[in-house]
């Protein structure tokens, strides 16, 4: 694989620090700096880079803590950051300079919001803000001047599951479910109502695929590949990933649909905080999928 190019295919692709660095100064790119706070930002990104924080993302909806905002919420965020269809966006994050934070998820959270609310080329920087500093590649303290765009937000309905459409589908013979959550959590130790996890789901964690020292790095071609052909996920089955609140789900899930192309892959957004949060339904724990 050649990575001095965009590898994957579809809305969402992966590019190298390399090929960053390369088309750092095209005027036709935005490149965003996700890192989990203002300050870490601040501090120290990569040049020409805007800011936009992943807690703009997700609030409190009816009976739900982490749902999703609107599309009318999001849509002068987007806008106010000069965001729009067509254009190049480059996410990145990184384990934070001033804060010490960050767990790698930041960027491809905000890459599948940004498809979610139909942007349409989307760039993942594989291996994030830490592998461009170990290269000694350049940072800035410059604030970039935004210009605002006249983007529409517009809900993107393909790759989502929906409550009522998970429970219709998730036992049928062709399905996988998956867990993405630590195997500690999936087995019984998590902060939910209910312990373990949905019945028949088998556990991947999401990390199984990115490098043990930086998760924002994916693994090898080759290596995940093994991964995947030793768990037994073939492309006839529809594989449904799932996580806790929808956002560890969300890196395997759009490597499996826009860097393996898989033909029927979906996330349950609402995951287990969405399914706990129906006392009747069920859940099992230890290492055992039901």
């Given at each position: 694989m050649?990575?001095?190019?965009?590898?994957?295919?579809?809305?969402?692709?992966?590019?190298?620090?390399e090929?960053?660095?390369?088309?750092?100064?095209?005027?036709?790119?935005?490149?965003?700096?996700?890192?989990?706070?203002?300050?870490?930002?601040?501090?120290?990104?990569?040049?020409?880079?805007?800011?936009?924080?992943?807690?703009?993302?997700?609030?409190h909806?009816?009976?739900?803590?982490?749902?999703?905002?609107a599309?009318?919420?999001?849509?002068?965020?987007?806008?106010?950051?000069?965001?729009k269809?067509?254009?190049?966006?480059?996410?990145?994050?990184g384990?934070?300079?001033?804060?010490?934070?960050?767990?790698?998820?930041?960027?491809?959270?905000?890459?599948?919001?940004?498809?979610?609310?139909?942007?349409?080329?989307?760039?993942?920087?594989?291996?994030?803000?830490?592998?461009?500093?170990?290269?000694?590649?350049?940072?800035?303290?410059?604030?970039?001047?935004?210009?605002?765009?006249?983007?529409?937000?517009?809900?993107?309905?393909?790759?989502?599951?929906?409550?009522?459409?998970?429970?219709?589908?998730?036992?049928?013979?062709?399905?996988?479910?998956?867990?993405?959550?630590?195997?500690?959590?999936?087995?019984?130790?998590?902060?939910?109502?209910?312990?373990?996890?949905?019945?028949?789901?088998?556990?991947?964690?999401?990390p199984?695929?990115?490098?043990?020292?930086?998760?924002?790095?994916?693994?090898?071609?080759?290596?995940?590949?093994?991964?995947?052909?030793?768990?037994?996920?073939?492309?006839?089955?529809?594989?449904?990933?799932?996580?806790?609140?929808?956002?560890?789900?969300?890196?395997?899930?759009?490597l499996?649909?826009?860097?393996?192309?898989?033909?029927?892959?979906?996330?349950?957004?609402?995951?287990?905080?969405?399914?706990?949060?129906?006392?009747?339904?069920?859940?099992?724990?230890?290492?055992?999928?039901?």
């Amino acid at each position: 694989m050649n990575q001095i190019e965009p590898y994957g295919s579809g809305k969402i692709k992966w590019v190298s620090t390399e090929w960053l660095n390369v088309h750092l100064n095209e005027e036709e790119m935005i490149i965003v700096d996700v890192q989990p706070n203002i300050h870490d930002y601040i501090a120290e990104h990569i040049p020409g880079a805007i800011y936009i924080p992943e807690g703009v993302l997700r609030s409190h909806r009816g009976h739900l803590p982490c749902e999703f905002v609107a599309e009318e919420a999001i849509e002068p965020v987007f806008r106010q950051a000069g965001l729009k269809k067509g254009i190049p966006i480059v996410v990145y994050t990184g384990t934070s300079v001033f804060k010490g934070w960050g767990d790698g998820l930041e960027q491809t959270m905000m890459a599948y919001s940004m498809v979610r609310f139909d942007l349409d080329t989307v760039y993942v920087l594989d291996g994030g803000l830490d592998k461009w500093k170990a290269e000694g590649k350049s940072l800035s303290q410059e604030f970039p001047t935004a210009m605002e765009s006249d983007f529409n937000a517009v809900m993107e309905p393909d790759f989502r599951i929906d409550y009522e459409t998970f429970k219709a589908v998730k036992d049928k013979s062709n399905v996988i479910l998956v867990d993405a959550r630590p195997p500690e959590v999936y087995r019984g130790k998590g902060p939910w109502r209910k312990p373990g996890h949905i019945p028949g789901a088998i556990n991947i964690p999401w990390p199984s695929f990115m490098d043990t020292r930086n998760r924002s790095l994916l693994k090898p071609h080759e290596e995940i590949l093994r991964i995947i052909e030793k768990i037994g996920i073939g492309r006839d089955n529809m594989v449904i990933w799932y996580c806790g609140t929808g956002r560890e789900a969300i890196n395997p899930f759009i490597l499996f649909k826009w860097y393996f192309d898989y033909p029927d892959v979906k996330i349950y957004e609402g995951s287990f905080t969405e399914w706990t949060a129906y006392p009747g339904n069920p859940t099992v724990t230890g290492p055992d999928p039901r």
